[in-house]
């Protein structure tokens, strides 16, 4: 069966780094708005009884999920063997639970959208919260890429780091992390009153004296990581860097991360971050690409073989550099 890859328009760049790195040229496609503003979507290339492979992560807007919706579609019509859909950012995935009346589980109903849309798979790395993949039946692959940031925090000694996770609900990754590297792991216990406002209590944890490393998987304001970072410089800390998943960047994130006492800030590029929010926030920023785990990851699920073992990969190349 051969194997081809696709792109929206969410993040292109991404998309093309994956297809170099398994030695494939990127399917064609023609996505161009009508007058009213509709997309006009048309796969170019012949995908006939094929695995295709749909790269499109799903940050704001909504339009890159209607794309996405559309790509499979399409991709469906013209008689494909199997549909994946690499997700590198899961957009809505924060909305996993009814936490109020009246409200929807966007978590689900998105995913259901695109299994109903023709999707056999899902790819993703570092989805906020594990359980969204219980949320449909069909496959769907999580990723684990903190450890692969790691590796871009400058002039480590894991001797005296101390992992730290920002919330109750990041801990099991970061003890997975911690009991390779030999390292130990602290909690910043928090409340939030409402979306993006959080309120840093105190650090659950001894980091007197050690470099300490906040992992999260994403940033959105970056109030909760600036206040983190202070909690923990506050407790005695030597310095404090962060390494988050996802770029999501909201507008008020790149002064507050600029102005903030982060020695290193280490992001991936499932979301594209712009020249203008790298110059923004500095060169405490580090971007690393997750493209040649995607492309491994595609390579594995196309032939039938394992996953997991790239999060140990990438740990085993984390304790090399120490």
């Not at 919706?69 to 997700?87: F, G, N, Y």
């Amino acid at each position: 069966m051969e194997l081809t890859i696709l792109t929206g328009r969410a993040h292109p760049e991404l998309a093309r780094a994956i297809a170099r790195g398994v030695n494939r040229e990127l399917g064609g496609v023609r996505i161009a708005p009508f007058a009213d503003g509709e997309l006009d979507v048309q796969i170019l290339t012949n995908i006939r009884q094929h695995h295709v492979v749909i790269v499109q992560p799903t940050p704001p807007p909504a339009e890159n999920w209607i794309e996405l919706l559309l790509l499979i579609d399409a991709a469906r019509r013209s008689s494909v063997k199997e549909i994946t859909v690499v997700m590198p950012y899961m957009g809505y995935a924060r909305q996993d639970r009814k936490d109020a009346s009246r409200k929807p589980i966007s978590a689900a109903r998105m995913l259901k959208l695109l299994m109903g849309s023709g999707a056999n798979r899902i790819l993703t790395i570092d989805v906020h919260s594990s359980q969204t993949q219980g949320m449909i039946d069909e496959p769907f692959d999580n990723l684990f890429f903190s450890a692969e940031l790691l590796r871009h925090v400058p002039d480590v000694n894991w001797r005296r780091v101390v992992l730290v996770s920002p919330d109750a609900g990041g801990v099991a990754r970061c003890r997975a992390i911690a009991k390779r590297l030999g390292c130990p792991v602290a909690l910043i216990d928090k409340r939030r009153d409402r979306a993006n406002v959080s309120e840093v209590m105190h650090v659950v944890g001894d980091v007197r004296g050690r470099d300490a490393i906040l992992l999260d998987d994403m940033v959105d304001t970056a109030g909760s990581l600036v206040k983190a970072a202070d909690a923990v410089l506050a407790c005695g800390a030597r310095t404090v860097s962060a390494c988050c998943t996802h770029p999501v960047l909201s507008p008020k994130s790149v002064a507050r991360l600029r102005r903030s006492r982060l020695k290193t800030f280490v992001v991936a590029d499932t979301i594209p971050v712009s020249h203008k929010k790298r110059k923004g926030i500095g060169r405490k920023l580090h971007v690393a690409s997750c493209a040649g785990m995607l492309g491994e990851a595609i390579v594995r699920i196309h032939a039938g073989e394992s996953l997991s073992q790239l999060f140990d990969d990438s740990l085993n190349l984390v304790s090399g550099t120490s």
